[in-house]
C-alpha cells in the first residue's frame, strides 16, 4: 500500500518565517514568493494573518504587524507566530530603514543592509536602552546574533557579489510583471537620492526636497551601476523614529559603525535569534520622505529571496533553532524544571521518589549553602515523618525528600528537596552519664538544636533555607501514618 504524502500545506511544514512592520513591505515580499499558498484555519488564540508560500525552494511564512510599529509589537506578532508555526527555525524582518551614510559605508537610498555581528554586538544593537553619565550613554543589554548557519550563508552571500552583481533588480523585475499596480515599486530617479549636510534642516511644510538649497548638498561621485549594494553590519533598532542629522551622528559615535536605523528588530531580537534585512528608504534626517520607501522595500524582499537561495531547504529540518527563548535559557530567569523544588503536590499513600531526576542548580550561593548545611543535619529520621532517605547506593544521584517537624515553629510545614544518596549522615552527639556512653534520641536531638537557633528569632529554619524550597500545611492525620 503506497504511503500517504504528508500535506505540504500544514501548519507543521512551514520552516522560515519573515516579519514586516508595514503592509507595503510585506506585500513587496508576497509578490516576490515564487508560488502562494492557500490560507490555513485560524488558529484558536493567535491573532495574526499569514501569508504562505514558496520562496527559493522554502516553505515561507509572512506576517505584518498590526498597524503598530515598535518592538513591543514585533515581539508579540513573533511570539504569536512561533505558538502556532511550531517548525520555523529561520526568522528574517525584512523591511525599510533610515541609512548612516559615512566616508567607510557608502550608503545610497535604495540600497540594503543586513546585520551582522561586529564586534561586541550581534548584528542589532538597541540605541536607546542603557543609562546616562555625566560624560556618555553607556548601552546595556544584549541581542542576539543570528544563527550560525544563516550567518555562513549570508558570507557566501557577500563573497559571491566580489565578482558578481546581485539579483535584486533581476527579482524586482519578475515582481513588476505580476500587476500594473506593482509599478509602485519601481526606482525612482537618481536624482531625487540627495545627502544634505547635517546642519541643513529640511525646508518647513514641503513634502519633498525640491525647495532645499542645493549648495548644502553631499557631493557624491556617481555609481556606475544602478543595481543597488548590500551592506553588512551593525542595525542600530529603537522606539522612535530618527529624523535629525545631529541625532543621526551622535547616537551612532557610542556603538560605533552602525549602518542603519530602524524600529522593530530589537523587539524580534530580544526573543528569537534572526537576520534583519533593510532598504534604504532616506537617510534619517530631517529630509526624510516617502519617495524611496516602496523601492526599498522591494529591494529587501529581493535579497531575502537572494540568501534563502543559499539555504538548503533540507538543511532546515535539521538546523538547531539558537533562540534564547527555545534553547538558551536567562540565567536571570531560570525555568521551573531547573529550580531545586519540584513544584508537585505530593501524596504519602502514593509517593515513588523519581531516580533519574537530578536537580541542578547554576549558581551556588549563601543560601543555597546554608540548605545544605541544614539539610546535613536534619538527613536522620525525625519522629513524624513519614519518609527517610534512602540509604546505601554509591551514586551521586539526589533523591527527593519530604522534610516535617512537629515543633511548635516547624509545625504544619513540609517540604520537598533532593537529598544526595553518597552523603555520610552526620552522627548525633552522644552523651555521657553514669559512667556509660548512650545515644540520644535523633528526633530529640535535632529538635533541640533547631529551637536553640531559633529560639531568639521565633522563625522556622526551613523558612530561611532559600525561595526554592516549598512548603505546604500538612494534616494531623497525613503526619500520624
Given at each position: 500500500?503506497?504511503?500517504?504524502?504528508?500535506?505540504?500545506?500544514?501548519?507543521?511544514?512551514?520552516?522560515?518565517?519573515?516579519?514586516?512592520?508595514?503592509?507595503?513591505?510585506?506585500?513587496?515580499?508576497?509578490?516576490?514568493?515564487?508560488r502562494e499558498h492557500p490560507r490555513l484555519p485560524r488558529q484558536q488564540g493567535d491573532p495574526n494573518i499569514y501569508v504562505l508560500g514558496t520562496l527559493s525552494g522554502h516553505n515561507v511564512v509572512l506576517a505584518c504587524l498590526p498597524g503598530n510599529q515598535g518592538k513591543g509589537s514585533a515581539a508579540?506578532?513573533?511570539?504569536?507566530?512561533?505558538?502556532?508555526?511550531?517548525?520555523?527555525?529561520?526568522?528574517f524582518l525584512v523591511g525599510?530603514?533610515?541609512?548612516?551614510?559615512?566616508?567607510?559605508?557608502?550608503?545610497?537610498?535604495g540600497d540594503v543592509v543586513v546585520s551582522m555581528p561586529d564586534g561586541q554586538y550581534g548584528g542589532v544593537v538597541q540605541y536607546d536602552l542603557g543609562k546616562d553619565t555625566t560624560d556618555d550613554f553607556v548601552l546595556k543589554g544584549f541581542l542576539w546574533p543570528p544563527p550560525p548557519l544563516l550567518r555562513s550563508a549570508v558570507e557566501m552571500m557577500r563573497s559571491d557579489h566580489l565578482v558578481s552583481e546581485n539579483k535584486v533588480d533581476d527579482f524586482l523585475s519578475e515582481?513588476?510583471?505580476?500587476?500594473?499596480?506593482?509599478?509602485?515599486?519601481?526606482?525612482?530617479?537618481?536624482?531625487?537620492?540627495?545627502?544634505?549636510?547635517?546642519?541643513?534642516?529640511?525646508?518647513?511644510?514641503?513634502?519633498?526636497?525640491?525647495?532645499?538649497?542645493?549648495?548644502?548638498?553631499?557631493?557624491?561621485?556617481?555609481?556606475?551601476?544602478?543595481?543597488?549594494?548590500?551592506?553588512?553590519?551593525?542595525?542600530?533598532?529603537?522606539?522612535?523614529?530618527?529624523?535629525?542629522?545631529?541625532?543621526r551622528d551622535a547616537t551612532v559615535r557610542n556603538p560605533g559603525d552602525i549602518l542603519c536605523f530602524e524600529m522593530e528588530a530589537a523587539g524580534l531580537a530580544t526573543e528569537f535569534s534572526s537576520i534583519v534585512i533593510r532598504g534604504i528608504s532616506d537617510y534619517a534626517d530631517s529630509h526624510k520622505n516617502d519617495v524611496w520607501q516602496h523601492y526599498a522595500a522591494a529591494a529587501a524582499a529581493a535579497c531575502t529571496k537572494e540568501l534563502l537561495a543559499y539555504l538548503d531547504p533540507e538543511?532546515?529540518?535539521?538546523?538547531?533553532?539558537?533562540?534564547?527563548?527555545?534553547?538558551?535559557?536567562?540565567?536571570?530567569?531560570?525555568?521551573?524544571?531547573?529550580?531545586?523544588?519540584?513544584?508537585?503536590?505530593?501524596?504519602?499513600?502514593?509517593?515513588?521518589?523519581?531516580?533519574?531526576?537530578?536537580?541542578?542548580?547554576?549558581?551556588?550561593?549563601?543560601?543555597?549553602?546554608?540548605?545544605?548545611?541544614?539539610?546535613?543535619?536534619?538527613?536522620?529520621?525525625?519522629?513524624?515523618?513519614?519518609?527517610?532517605?534512602?540509604?546505601?547506593?554509591?551514586?551521586?544521584?539526589?533523591?527527593?525528600?519530604?522534610?516535617?517537624?512537629?515543633?511548635?515553629?516547624?509545625?504544619?510545614y513540609d517540604t520537598y528537596v533532593p537529598i544526595p544518596e553518597s552523603r555520610e549522615p552526620t552522627p548525633p552527639p552522644t552523651i555521657h552519664g553514669n559512667g556509660q556512653s548512650s545515644t540520644e534520641d535523633v528526633s530529640t536531638w535535632t529538635r533541640r538544636s533547631i529551637n536553640s537557633r531559633e529560639s531568639s528569632t521565633k522563625k522556622p529554619l526551613l523558612m530561611g533555607l532559600g525561595g526554592n524550597v516549598r512548603m505546604r500545611k500538612v494534616t494531623d492525620d497525613a503526619r500520624k501514618s
Open positions: 500500500m503506497q504511503e500517504t504524502q504528508k500535506n505540504p500545506n500544514s501548519y507543521d511544514d512551514y520552516t522560515v518565517a519573515v516579519v514586516c512592520a508595514m503592509s507595503f513591505e510585506m506585500s513587496a515580499v508576497r509578490y516576490m514568493l515564487d508579540t506578532v513573533a511570539t504569536n507566530l512561533a505558538r502556532t508555526f511550531p517548525s520555523v527555525k529561520w526568522r525599510i530603514g533610515g541609512g548612516v551614510p559615512t566616508d567607510k559605508h557608502d550608503i545610497r537610498l515582481m513588476l510583471q505580476k500587476g500594473q499596480r506593482l509599478a509602485i515599486y519601481r526606482r525612482p530617479p537618481a536624482r531625487l537620492d540627495v545627502l544634505f549636510k547635517a546642519d541643513y534642516p529640511h525646508t518647513p511644510y514641503n513634502p519633498t526636497c525640491e525647495m532645499c538649497d542645493g549648495t548644502k548638498t553631499v557631493k557624491r561621485l556617481p555609481r556606475k551601476s544602478k543595481t543597488p549594494e548590500i551592506h553588512y553590519g551593525l542595525i542600530a533598532s529603537g522606539d522612535s523614529v530618527i529624523k535629525s542629522a545631529a541625532k538543511a532546515v529540518e535539521t538546523a538547531s533553532d539558537s533562540a534564547p527563548s527555545d534553547s538558551a535559557p536567562s540565567d536571570s530567569a531560570p525555568s521551573d524544571s531547573n529550580n531545586l523544588s519540584d513544584n508537585r503536590e505530593f501524596n504519602s499513600t502514593d509517593y515513588e521518589p523519581d531516580k533519574t531526576k537530578v536537580p541542578q542548580r547554576r549558581h551556588p550561593d549563601p543560601v543555597y549553602e546554608g540548605r545544605q548545611k541544614a539539610l546535613r543535619m536534619l538527613e536522620h529520621k525525625i519522629e513524624g515523618w513519614p519518609f527517610q532517605p534512602r540509604s546505601g547506593g554509591g551514586n551521586n544521584s539526589a533523591s527527593p525528600m519530604p522534610l516535617h517537624h512537629s515543633d511548635s515553629d516547624l509545625s504544619g
